[in-house]
């Protein structure tokens, strides 16, 4: 019976999701019995609230961080009974919702995971590079966000993709022997796209503000599929270990992801209905008022933070149990339900 320990490290981290969305996720394949290894009774998540990548890998080897931080969605610390109890209460009851929220559901064919004709594409990836395909008996993962992506560079680290060249990475496991790490926020921005009908494959076009780790994320993601880049620079230039063409701003683009809110972005891209802010917070209000929050534009950081979180799970975590994962519609309303249980005791 393999079990994870997970953490998400950075700072600030207290208003993070992405320890529930393990969470469900987990609960979401344990429907599957026998045919997945992963159980989440044994399973423990984290919040590392540091600015140091050594504490972040320090916590992965040993497991111990200085501090609880106080989580923003039960106002006690993480770890401590008060919030293990409630995360326990609203992934149940997220767990009753088996149907996604029909508002959240895409028209469009947005990337099936494998077909009777090529079977499971992230599992070949896997087996390509080496990557272990079946779940020790204790895993070890981690999500990394600002400001550690950046300070990742070590050639004792293995890499499933350009990541550390990016300085972008977001997701980390530990093997047994060794670090694996890879960059997922392009391809959840990729798939959020696709989920919403942008022909990435097809040379749409992405305009882009802001030039940090998860902008170089996205940039590459985004041309590796077939794309084009509209970019605009921010606080900083948009660098890739590469060189790529950046079409005028002027022009026509099919999906927007500002990093950055600035003003230029909003008369560069002001012809773009489909954007995505990937910010998000706590939100306010019932169940009804948090779905209309989700639809309204531009998108809001929750999309492009349950798309990336199935990324990581697909390409790095659990490659073999792709075709098990919920689909971003379903894992969002699921979100969506457990926010709002949250929301009532804190």
């Known amino acids: ?95 009753e919702i088996e149907d996604a929220d029909p508002r959240l559901s895409s028209s469009f064919d947005s990337d099936p995971v494998s077909s009777p004709t090529t079977g499971n594409p992230y599992l070949a990836e896997a087996v390509r590079r080496q990557l272990p395909t079946q779940c020790l008996e204790n895993e070890v993962w981690i999500n990394l966000t600002s400001p550690l992506k950046h300070q990742l560079a070590s050639d004792a680290i293995s890499t499933i993709d350009d990541s550390m060249d990016l300085q972008s990475v977001n997701t980390l496991r530990w093997d047994g022997q060794g670090w694996w790490c890879a960059s997922v926020d392009g391809y959840g921005v990729v798939a959020l796209a696709q989920h919403y009908g942008v022909d990435v494959k097809g040379g749409a076009i992405l305009g882009i503000v802001g030039g ?59 012809q773009c209905e489909l954007r995505l802010n990937p910010t998000y917070g706590p939100q306010p209000g019932d169940l009804e008022s948090r779905f209309s929050a989700l639809l309204s534009r531009p998108l809001d950081g929750r999309w492009m933070l349950v798309a990336q979180h199935l990324e990581a799970w697909k390409r790095l975590w659990t490659p073999q149990y792709a075709d098990f994962l919920p689909s971003l519609e379903l894992l969002l ?12 005791y804190a």
Request: hydrophobic content about 40%; glycine content about 8%; aromatic content about 8%.
């Open 212 to 270: 940090g780790g998860a902008a170089r994320s996205t940039a590459d993601a985004w041309l590796k599929e077939g794309g084009r880049i509209s970019a605009v620079p921010g606080r900083r230039p948009l660098e890739l270990p590469y060189a790529f063409e950046s079409l005028k701003p002027t022009e026509a683009v099919d999906f927007v992801v500002d990093f950055e809110k600035n003003q230029t972005s909003e008369s560069s891209f002001s």
């Open 1 to 95: 019976m393999a079990q994870v320990r997970y953490a998400i490290t950075g700072s600030p981290v207290t208003h993070s999701l992405s320890p529930l969305l393990l969470g469900l996720v987990l609960s979401n394949l344990e429907k599957f019995g026998g045919d997945v290894e992963l159980h989440s009774k044994n399973s423990s998540m984290h919040l590392v609230d540091t600015r140091a990548i050594e504490d972040a890998l320090g916590w992965g080897y040993a497991g111990h961080a200085p501090n609880a931080p106080e989580w923003e969605y039960t106002g006690a610390p993480f770890g401590k009974f008060r919030t293990d109890a409630l995360l326990k209460k609203a992934i149940e009851a997220a767990m």
């Open 333 to 344: 309303t699921q979100l969506v339900h457990a926010e709002n249980l949250l929301a009532k």
